[in-house]
């Protein structure tokens, strides 16, 4: 079957850095998608990997191993606005979105 | 875990004639569902929000009376494009929320590719 995990929720501290797992394993594989949404809002597109490394943007950066199924998101110099969630979405072999449940990232001060 | 099903999940049609998807909660009542649209390398966009048993509330610059929005039971929300035009070839995702979970939860649905011609 399709599975997408990652985990239910995270606490860091403001000024540090956190990482956001995230494995997978479904029918084909056309690119690992991180996007932020805030509570009430519309998910923000943060990051696309469809091909091995680590992709960086800013304080952001996502990491993709296909062999493993498995990716990363990290987030440098926390700040209180990156409360939020964090979800992952892979494209399948027929361009399906399949989600994870979403980590609940907080931060303290 | 909570499942969203949306349907067709592909579709082309001529422009000009309407195209309606469907997206389903399977197992799980969904008082809110949420319509998006995602242009290629493009965020989601909130179309709209679809509340169970009223009408439906448009985000800025969506047209009503070309995206009808039809939540007529807690699993299930429609979205017809009336009248599609190249311009509305698009991804459309709707999003379903548990209304159990402690914190507000959104679950997605793999989208619909609309392509007009």
């Known amino acids: 079957g399709q599975n997408i995990d990652q985990p239910t929720e995270m606490t860091a501290t403001e000024g540090a850095i956190v990482q956001i797992n995230c494995t997978y394993q479904?029918?084909?594989?056309?690119?690992l998608f991180w996007y932020q949404q805030h509570a009430g809002e519309a998910p923000t597109f943060l990051s696309y990997?469809?091909l091995d490394g680590l992709e960086e943007k800013g304080r952001f950066s996502s990491f993709l191993s296909r062999s493993k199924g498995y990716s990363y998101l990290l987030l440098k110099e926390l700040q209180m606005k990156d409360s939020a969630s964090y979800l992952c979405?892979?494209?399948?072999?027929?361009?399906?979105?399949?989600w994870g449940a979403g980590t609940k990232l907080i931060i303290k001060p | 875990g909570a499942v969203v099903s949306q349907h067709p999940s592909r579709v082309i049609c001529k422009s000009g004639t309407s195209v309606k998807i469907e997206c389903r909660s399977l197992?799980?009542?969904?008082?809110?569902m949420f319509w998006y649209r995602q242009f290629p390398k493009q965020s989601l966009m909130l179309m709209a929000t679809?509340?169970?048993?009223?009408?439906?509330?448009?985000e800025q610059g969506v047209e009503k009376d070309k995206f009808l929005i039809n939540h007529a039971s807690l699993t299930l929300s429609t979205l017809t494009v009336t009248s599609a035009h190249p311009e509305d070839s698009s991804f459309y995702i709707c999003?379903?929320?548990?209304?159990?979970?402690?914190?507000?939860?959104?679950?997605f649905g793999p989208g619909t590719r609309l392509l007009v011609l």
């Open positions: 999003s379903a929320k548990d209304e159990e979970r402690e914190w507000e939860t959104q679950y």
């Open positions: 197992d799980f009542q969904a008082t809110t």
């Open positions: 679809s509340n169970e048993g009223s009408k439906a509330t448009y």
């Open positions: 479904t029918s084909g594989f056309n690119g």
């Open positions: 990997n469809v």
């Open positions: 979405a892979i494209m399948d072999s027929n361009y399906q979105l399949i």
